[in-house]
């Protein structure tokens, strides 16, 4: 489809065996689904409803757009990896709990959306280490982790009371170990 412009108009995108998109266009379609194979390339997706991927997609350069022009609630149904994810706006948005939305290049999260999970537990998105995140949104039971960062541990709050005291027991440890050894040091 390289430079070809599909108008779905709300209705399914079924890729049962394989699709090039190249730097082509789909627009509108209402649920993607892929058992097969979509090299997506170069290309863009504008998706109104669900997005469900269990063959392979293969994200390229790619951008997908999300805007729930053909539902009121679009659903990533399971877990997916893109380059470029843009979300419309003011649109509630649900996520796969069973696995992380991988975002490799950037997430554009629109204006005034809510992301929640589509099950029990949370969802999670996984930016890629140098991925742009845009726009705000409201998350429920949704979080966004940035790949090959660890993150410091958090300290529960009797561990935060008692870190001043082994800091002041350390110091006292300290002087009397190094104290002496400095003053008989200095009587030589």
């Avoid at 266009?25 to 194979?37: C, H, L, R, T, Y």
């Avoid at 003011?90 to 589509?118: M, W």
């Amino acid at each position: 489809m390289s430079g070809a412009y599909t108008g779905l108009n709300c209705n399914d995108l079924y890729v049962a065996g394989t699709l090039l998109l190249g730097t082509g266009e789909i627009d509108q379609a209402s649920e993607v689904d892929v058992p097969g194979i979509l090299d997506a390339g170069d290309g863009l997706i504008r998706v109104g409803g669900s997005w469900r991927t269990p063959g392979i997609f293969l994200p390229g350069s790619s951008t997908v757009r999300l805007d729930g022009s053909c539902s009121s609630s679009p659903v990533i149904v399971e877990p997916a990896s893109f380059c470029k994810l843009q979300l419309g706006s003011s649109i509630e948005y649900r996520l796969p709990t069973n696995g992380p939305v991988h975002v490799e290049c950037e997430l554009d999260l629109g204006n005034q959306n809510r992301l929640t999970s589509s099950g029990p537990g949370n969802a999670a998105i996984v930016l890629g280490p140098d991925a742009l995140v845009i726009g705000e949104a409201q998350f429920d039971d949704v979080r966004i982790v940035r790949s090959g960062v660890t993150g410091i541990p958090a300290m529960a709050p009797v561990s935060l009371g008692l870190l001043p005291i082994v800091m002041f027991l350390w110091v006292v440890v300290r002087r009397r170990l190094i104290l002496p050894r400095e003053e008989t040091l200095k009587r030589i």
